[in-house]
């Protein structure tokens, strides 16, 4: 299981988020946009963000949940 949130626009300004868990939720940070946070939740896959001051960065984040094998990262 690999939980992504991807944008795909290279005319953009693009940060690398940061992200930790919480219980259900998936809270992605970014480092450089202090006020950015992005919420999801993956049993119900609700989500919740907070914007930026900013509008124009997009923010990629990913998210590998600890102790689960992402496809292609072992040796077959
Ligand atoms: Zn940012």
Redesign the pocket.
Known sequence: MLIQIIHEDRDREM?KCESKREGDWIVFT?P??LE?ESRLNFKTKERISRP?NDPS?F?NGTFVPPGLDVEGSKPN
Do not use: A, F, L, S
Request: glycine residues 0%.
């Open positions: 940060h970014c450089i946009c950015y930026v960065i923010h």
